[in-house]
Nanobody, 121 residues
Framework: VQLQASGGGLVQPGGSLRLSCAAS????????IGWFRQAPGKEREGVSC???????YYKDSVKGRFTISRDNAKNSVYLQMTGLKPEDTAAYYC????????????????WGQGTLVTVSS
């Protein structure tokens, strides 16, 4: 049972990236999936979550800029990030869990490896 996050990179402020979270060893469609991020020297924070039913939830600071989606046929969840800001710089992780309305996934089951997003000019 594994999750693998990918798609990070270096982008200029105002730019876009799409992160992917691919599952192996289990069917992702039956799980809530959350995205988290951890900036250097800061605690990990929940960013967004998508429930097994397709409900989507976001941290206030990313609402209107980030979009979470899932493709069950590809056993993957995506995080489309637009209007990126330097404060979005962090390692991003996906995890299985139960979505809360704040965008934070709780009762985490499986963590994926992170992918680094750097927003800088």
């Amino acid at each position: 049972v594994q999750l693998q996050a990918s798609g990070g990179g270096l982008v200029q402020p105002g730019g876009s990236l799409r992160l992917s979270c691919a599952a192996s060893g289990f069917t992702l469609a039956y799980k809530g999936i959350g995205w988290f991020r951890q900036a250097p020297g800061k605690e990990r924070e929940g960013v967004s979550c998508i429930s097994s039913g397709g409900g989507t939830y976001y941290k206030d600071s990313v609402k209107g800029r980030f979009t979470i989606s899932r493709d069950n046929a590809k056993n993957s969840v995506y995080l489309q990030m637009t209007g990126l800001k330097p404060e979005d710089t962090a390692a991003y992780y996906c995890a299985t869990g139960r979505c809360s309305v704040t965008g934070v996934a709780r009762d985490i089951g499986t963590w994926g490896q992170g992918t680094l997003v750097t927003v800088s000019s």
